[in-house]
Structures are given as structure tokens and as C-alpha cells.
């Protein structure tokens, strides 16, 4: 049966949450969780000599093994690989659901870009994903997730009566700035990590500058453009009010989007976040397409969009923080009206320094991020179990985890690392994997248990603590 992304699962055997540090502690030995390597989708040299090379550097066997449990899962569990007119194909699910999230597929490969200069199989399999994604992008460029089959009707439960343009090939569509985002910051990742020029090939040239094109149109300067949804549910955050194109706005050049990256609909349609990250996308996809193909057109009009935005977010999207001081907000209405939250999904006001939309250093994203961990943020929750952000997409008391390896990323101080380690270890559920969320008080309480995104941020961490903090882990 079809997985609803809102259907809540527990897990078989909680972890009480510890209440000290440090981090290490006594207990059985732990068995992987992985497949049996014959049966593992995709597996890469390179990327299991770099468990090899971190488990080293982690003293505490619990946490060991929650690294070797989630940062293959990505490879080990959601990788189908093979050809399409002669070029290699990658569709990449996202767990316990079958079809493929522009965000997600891109975000679940990130953590071993690194690794792909030195690996001929890992560097194929990123080929096929932005093939791929350049397919589906051609197919329609509003749409968040997609088929296997792109000639398949959607299988996804929920989107079978969508009020909205529904393609072949087509899982969902929810209009979402940061999905094109996502491809783009492959792209660049990816070419910047190998100049392997093989994947940017007129198909993806397209696609990349039908991504602009529909960052374009949805500034709507000249009417509200082609994109509509309205869907029949139970949860109001699932549908688009105004007929299907969201609530009114001036329009001041920032780009709209239906739905937030959690898939929730947008209160105000210039999210914040996702704006900041589509000028940081549109500079890295300017940079692809001016080194792999020598376009410079296509460069100079990414860029020109950047800047554009740019101005547009630095002159309205900043409000008071009630300090003193001045933070972003999260949605806005060019009206002069304005929303400060902060959802765990990324792009988030916290997750923006992951993303390249902010230097980590920055003292405004430093404002925001804080501002954003505390109760001014009505998703940010404590409990006996651990502190975090949620959103609405689950509801209240649910902390993501994706919110506190967000925190321990933007970190510097060892206390707060620490501290983020100890919430990951004792809130798993006795999984060893990730999940989306779990009740603060209760990591028993989870949904999702197979959410690889989760599972390939956790496994990135602690390839980043391990470079750049190694005696945390020690």
C-alpha cells in the first residue's frame, strides 16, 4: 500500500534518552542493519572505503554504527540504476515512498560528491541522476516528484484527483522553488567536484534553461501565470486557495512558490528560504553552464535573475527580530505582511549555511538560525527527550532530526556539537536509522522509518565532524 507522507509509524523498541554526556557508552555489540552486499542496489568502492576511514575515527560504538547504518542507506536501499537511449539513467526513490522528489534524490546523493572523482561507478551513477533529472524537468518543471515510467500515472494515492495539470510520468506536483534548486546544486556540485562534462549534454542544456525560464514565470510581473493546484483533503495545507494559485501578493520580482520543501502549502507565496536559495543555485547552474558547454547566454541570463532577486529579498524580505536587530523572514506577501517560523524541511531559515544560500559566518543568517531555536519559532519544540524544530506537515511536539543535524552543522562550539550527537544517538528508536520526526518525549513515537534524505544528512555530519572536529568523535 501507498505510504501517505504524513502517516505516522512507531517503532518497535525505544531508547530511553539518556540525560548526560559524554557520548560513549557500554553495550552489546551491534549488528549492521545494512542489506547482505548481494543484495545492496548500488554499491561504491569509494564510498565504503569511507565508512572504513570515519568508523576509525569514532570511539563510540553506538554511534558508529548509526553512521554505518544510514550514510550508505541512500546507495544500499533507493538506487536503480540502467540506461536510457544509450546514456545511463539513475531514479532514486525516497524511502518508503517509490517515487522520485527532485529535492530529495538530490539531496540523498550530496553526501558522497566528494568521493566521485575517484570512482568511475559512483561518477556513472550521478550521470543517470542528472539525466534524469533533466527528464523530468522537460516533462514539467512545476512538478516535485516523479515516475520511473515516465509514460506511468501516478501511483501516489493522494494525487490521483489533484485539480492541477497532471502529466505522464508525473508522481506529484506541487510547485516548489527549491526542487529546481536541488538539481541545480547537483549540477555544480558535480562538475565541480570531476569536469566531467558527459552528463551536460543539450537534454540537460534544456532543461537547466527551462528551470530559469519557470523561476521567471512565477514572478508573475505579468499575470499569475500557467501553474494551478487545489486538492480535495483533509489537511488545508495540502491545497492552494485563490482558485488554485495561492494567496494575493505585490509583485516586487521575488519568485512564488506553491508549496514549502516539506510539501506544505505556502501561507504567503514568496518563501523566503527558497528565494535565497534559487540565487545561490541560479550563480552555481551560471557556472555549469559557462564551463561544461561554453554558453555564456544561458550563464549571463541566470545570473542576471540572481542579482535581480537578490536586490529584491535585501530591500523587503529582512524584518525586526525584536532586539535591535534585523533577521529574514520566513514567508512574506509584498504587502508588508510576513510570517517568522522556521520549518525543519531545507531550504529552512536554519538549514540556509547547508544550502550555500548563506555564509555560515554571516551575523544575519547567525540572528535568523538563532532566532529561529527558540520559542519565537512556533514549530521549536523541548522535551524530555531532546529539543528541535518540526513543522506543521506532522504537527505539533514532533521534532525532526533534520533540524538538530542542521544545528550541529551550522555549529562551531564543541558543547552544542556534542550536545546535537547525544539527541541523534538516544532518539533513533532503537532503529539505528534516522526518521523524519519523533515526539519529544518519546522517540518511540516516529514516522517514517525508511526516510534515506534524514539518513544521508546524519551520515554527512559525521563525515564533516570527522574532518573538522575529529576529537569530538574520538
Not at 509514460?151 to 510547485?175: C, F, H, I, Y
Not at 512558490?257 to 534559487?278: M, Q
Not at 532566532?371 to 505539533?396: C, K, M, V
Request: glycine share 6%; hydrophobic share 40%.
Amino acid at each position: 500500500m501507498t505510504m501517505d507522507r504524513r502517516t505516522v509509524l512507531a517503532g518497535a523498541g525505544a531508547l530511553a534518552a539518556a540525560t548526560a554526556f559524554p557520548l560513549r557508552a557500554a553495550g552489546p555489540a551491534l549488528a549492521t542493519h545494512r542489506p547482505p552486499i548481494g543484495q545492496r542496489r548500488f554499491v561504491s568502492k569509494a564510498v565504503e572505503a569511507e565508512i572504513a576511514r570515519v568508523k576509525r575515527r569514532i570511539a563510540d560504538p553506538e554511534l558508529a554504527w548509526l553512521f554505518e547504518n544510514c550514510y550508505p542507506n541512500t546507495l544500499d536501499t533507493t538506487v536503480e540504476t540502467g540506461s536510457v537511449d544509450g546514456k545511463p539513467d539513475t531514479f532514486i526513490i525516497t524511502g518508503d515512498i517509490t517515487a522520485m522528489w527532485l529535492r530529495d534524490s538530490s539531496a540523498q546523493v550530496q553526501p558522497y560528491v566528494h568521493l566521485a572523482a575517484q570512482d568511475a561507478e559512483l561518477r556513472q551513477m550521478y550521470r543517470g541522476l542528472i539525466q534524469r533529472q533533466a527528464r523530468c524537468i522537460l516533462i514539467d518543471p512545476y512538478a516535485n516528484a516523479f515516475m520511473k515510467d515516465p509514460a506511468a500515472k501516478s501511483n501516489l494515492d493522494w494525487s490521483q484527483t489533484d485539480d492541477t495539470d497532471m502529466k505522464p510520468g508525473v508522481a506529484e506536483r506541487k510547485w516548489e522553488i527549491d526542487s529546481l534548486c536541488y538539481t541545480m546544486r547537483l549540477a555544480h556540485s558535480y562538475w565541480t567536484r570531476t569536469h566531467d562534462k558527459v552528463p551536460f549534454d543539450a537534454t540537460w542544456s534544456q532543461a537547466a534553461r527551462l528551470a530559469v525560464a519557470t523561476f521567471r514565470v512565477q514572478q508573475r510581473k505579468d499575470g499569475p501565470g500557467p501553474y494551478h493546484f487545489q486538492r480535495k483533503a483533509a489537511a488545508p495545507t495540502d491545497s492552494l486557495p485563490m482558485g488554485g494559485y495561492g494567496a494575493p501578493t505585490r509583485k516586487i520580482g521575488l519568485i512564488h512558490s506553491g508549496f514549502r520543501p516539506s510539501d506544505d502549502a505556502c501561507v504567503y507565496p514568496f518563501l523566503i528560504p527558497s528565494n535565497l536559495f534559487a540565487v545561490s543555485a541560479l550563480r552555481k547552474i551560471a557556472q555549469v553552464h559557462r564551463e561544461a558547454r561554453g554558453d555564456d547566454a544561458s550563464a549571463r541570463d541566470a545570473e542576471a535573475l540572481a542579482a535581480e532577486v537578490e536586490g529584491v529579498l535585501k530591500a523587503h524580505a529582512l524584518i525586526p527580530d525584536g532586539k535591535g536587530g534585523q533577521v529574514w523572514a520566513y514567508e512574506m506577501d509584498g504587502f508588508g505582511n510576513w510570517i517568522f517560523m522556521d520549518d525543519a524541511n531545507v531550504p529552512s531559515l536554519s538549514g540556509l549555511a547547508l544550502i550555500d544560500a548563506a555564509d555560515r559566518d554571516d551575523p544575519l543568517f547567525r540572528r535568523t538560525a538563532a532566532l529561529a531555536w527558540s520559542d519565537r519559532n512556533p514549530y521549536f519544540y523541548r522535551g524530555t527527550a531532546a529539543e528541535g524544530i518540526g513543522g506543521p506537515h506532522i504537527g505539533q511536539d514532533q521534532i525532526w532530526p533534520m533540524s538538530i543535524i542542521t544545528r550541529a552543522m551550522n555549529a562551531d562550539d564543541d558543547a552544542t556539537i556534542r550536545q546535537c550527537l547525544h539527541w541523534l544517538k538516544t532518539t533513533h528508536g532503537g532503529t539505528g536509522f534516522m526518521h523524519e520526526s519523533f515526539d519529544k518525549d518519546d522517540p518511540a513515537k516516529f514516522t517514517r522509518p525508511w526516510f534515506a534524505w534524514a539518513n544521508a544528512l546524519f551520515g554527512q555530519l559525521i563525515v564533516e565532524i570527522a574532518d573538522r572536529k575529529p576529537e569530538l568523535l574520538a
